[in-house]
T-cell receptor, first 113, second 109 residues
Framework: DGGITQSPKYLFRKEGQNVTLSCEQNLNHDAMYWYRQDPGQGLRLIYYSQIVNDFQKGDIAEGYSVSREKKESFPLTVTSAQKNPTAFYLCASSIARGNTEAFFGQGTRLTVV | QKEVEQDPGPLSVPEGAIVSLNCTYS??????FMWYRQYSRKGPELLMY????GNKEDGRFTAQVDKSSKYISLFIRDSQPSDSATYLCAMKYGNKLVFGAGTILRVKS
């Protein structure tokens, strides 16, 4: 089955630690996105990538880093510099041109303890 | 000013009611318009998308776009308790994808 897989579903991190969230897609999509969702604030864009080895900052990139070494994979690292990392993180992908729908993974709930 | 405005609700309706969900936007560059449904603690799932002004119907759902007014709507007919979820509008131009805050819908049986 084609789709987007995020792992893990739940993640706990101690303050001061970096943590990496996985996002893998087998839809052959060029574009991939990371969003953060907080109650009452909708989805806010962290980073997006249009092609391999290229990515751009979104609206709230501070304290996050990404890589795009393979078309199928777009991992997100939440660094210790992110002051309020507890949130629901969503990864999405879409075809860069033509068909424009974006499809989402099931999300990762990150909690700092 | 946010590029996309959406009333967060919650919107509470009785079963069988017609539901109207709306978003406004400020950037006339947006070309594609989508509606997503999100159940609690799940990823959003795409309901409908359209790229032109007018109406698009799919079962009980109708998406409406008015580019001249920068206004989009999603209508749900014969609403069911299973429609209770958060509904997110989304808009795209190029590779920029922007979401509204989401409207919480509660359909009471």
């Amino acid at each position: 089955d084609g789709g987007i897989t995020q792992s893990p579903k739940y993640l706990f991190r101690k303050e001061g630690q970096n943590v990496t969230l996985s996002c893998e897609q087998n839809l052959n999509h060029d574009a991939m996105y990371w969003y953060r969702q907080d109650p009452g604030q909708g989805l806010r864009l962290i980073y997006y990538s249009q092609i391999v080895n290229d990515f751009q900052k979104g609206d709230i990139a501070e304290g996050y880093s990404v890589s795009r070494e393979k078309k199928e994979s777009f991992p997100l690292t939440v660094t210790s510099a992110q002051k309020n990392p507890t949130a629901f993180y969503l990864c999405a992908s879409s075809i860069a041109r033509g068909n424009t729908e974006a499809f989402f993974g099931q999300g990762t709930r990150l909690t700092v303890v | 000013q946010k590029e996309v405005e959406q009333d967060p609700g919650p919107l509470s309706v009785p079963e069988g009611a017609i539901v109207s969900l709306n978003c406004t936007y400020s950037n006339s560059a947006f070309q594609y318009f989508m509606w997503y449904r999100q159940y609690s603690r799940k990823g959003p799932e795409l309901l409908m998308y359209t790229y032109s002004s007018g109406n698009k119907e799919d079962g009980r759902f109708t998406a409406q776009v008015d580019k001249s007014s920068k206004y989009i709507s999603l209508f749900i007919r014969d609403s069911q308790p299973s429609d209770s979820a958060t509904y997110l509008c989304a808009m795209k131009y190029g590779n920029k994808l922007v979401f509204g805050a989401g409207t919480i819908l509660r359909v009471k049986s």
